[in-house]
């Protein structure tokens, strides 16, 4: 969760046209007002959606993506970030719990709803990890022991994991569209190396590739036992020999709860990745790779 994401005048640019297109109801015409889908799957979805350019200026929703790109690559280490929807929750809105697995690997939520509104609800609810029944047979719990319940402030800006159960709570109140939910929403995905310095995409990728394929070719059976991405960062010298390897992320689940050996395998790879021996170069290269376990290690788009 990050709060106060994007510089407060970038942020109110945005909700200002947003306002200003619901402000002038005399105007509104079914060629520039009608732009909303409305969601409907019974039992799951209730609300509107559209695409941010309808209310918003273009040229404002690129400057939040760029942004939004820059920060995903720099703390997730994932640079695919999907062009978002811009969704509205006025009264009776809501989505039920469900997971995004199949559509990235993290979801964001950025807020452009007002602080101060004439509503109740919309706040994003996430399911904790874990066992919830077997972790709380002997204790009393109420929703916050259940999932974590993030209120949609406005330029706020919430990430987490696509696989984890995940909706949003019912509004109530106005039908007043500027005293709804505004959201931004969309999906985080993983498109390869980043790579910065001397080095060339082409020159890590060849080198990177080869170990991957070595790796799965020697750790197969225990490959297919986890699920999820993990990111690492490389810092490598102008000789070509890498400096430091660390782990950026770590979203690796073993699909059997009782299994224990992530961590030898995370190990593994790292010694993989600080052994390995690049092409020279003019310089140093920052090398942020992300390898996503549950399928194939080598994917050619990765």
Same mark, same amino acid.
């Given at each position: 969760m990050v709060d106060d994401f994007l510089p407060l005048d970038a942020a109110e640019a945005m909700r200002l046209d947003i306002d200003t297109h619901f402000g002038n109801y005399g105007s509104h015409r079914p060629e520039t007002h009608q732009v909303w889908n409305y969601w409907f799957v019974?039992? /799951?979805? &209730?609300?509107?959606?559209? *695409?941010? +350019?309808?209310?918003?200026?273009?040229?404002r929703v690129e400057s939040f993506m760029q942004v939004l790109r820059r920060w995903s690559a720099a703390a997730?280490? /994932?640079? +695919?970030? $999907?062009?978002p929807y811009l969704s509205l929750y006025v009264s009776g809105c809501r989505q039920n719990l469900h #997971?995004? @697995?199949?559509?990235?690997?993290? &979801?964001?939520?950025? @807020?452009? $709803?007002?602080?101060?509104r004439m509503t109740s609800g919309g706040e994003t609810l996430v399911l904790n990890e874990g066992d919830l029944f077997r972790n709380n047979v002997a204790t009393a719990q109420n929703a916050a022991g259940f999932y974590t319940s993030i209120e949609p402030r406005f330029n706020r800006?919430?990430?987490?994991?696509?696989?984890?159960?995940h909706g949003v709570e019912?509004?109530?109140? @106005?039908? #007043?569209?500027? +005293?709804?939910?505004?959201?931004?929403?969309?999906?985080?995905?993983d498109r390869g190396a980043i790579v910065s310095g001397a080095l060339t995409e082409q020159q890590v990728g060849a080198v990177v590739m080869e170990a991957l394929i070595d790796f799965s070719a020697g750790a197969l059976s225990r490959i297919r036992l986890y699920h999820g991405p993990v990111v690492f960062r490389l810092f490598i010298g102008a000789n070509g020999v890498v400096k430091s390897c660390a782990v950026l992320l770590d979203r690796v689940t073993a699909t059997d709860a #009782?299994?224990?050996?992530?961590?030898k395998m995370l190990s #593994?790879?790292? &010694?993989?990745? *600080?052994? /390995?021996?690049?092409? +020279?170069?003019?310089?140093? *290269?920052?090398? $942020?790779?992300?390898?996503?376990?549950?399928? @194939?290690?080598?994917?050619?788009?990765h």
């Open positions: 019974p039992g /799951l979805y &209730a609300y509107l959606r559209t *695409t941010p +350019e309808k209310l918003i200026r273009p040229d997730l280490g /994932l640079q +695919e970030v $999907t062009w #997971n995004d @697995s199949a559509n990235g690997r993290f &979801a964001f939520v950025y @807020s452009l $709803t007002r602080d101060r800006l919430v990430v987490f994991d696509d696989r984890m159960p019912r509004v109530d109140g @106005s039908m #007043n569209p500027v +005293e709804g939910r505004f959201v931004m929403h969309g999906h985080i995905r #009782n299994d224990t050996g992530w961590p #593994n790879l790292i &010694a993989k990745f *600080t052994a /390995l021996k690049f092409p +020279e170069g003019s310089g140093e *290269t920052t090398v $942020t790779q992300p390898v996503l376990m549950g399928t @194939s290690l080598f994917r050619p788009d």
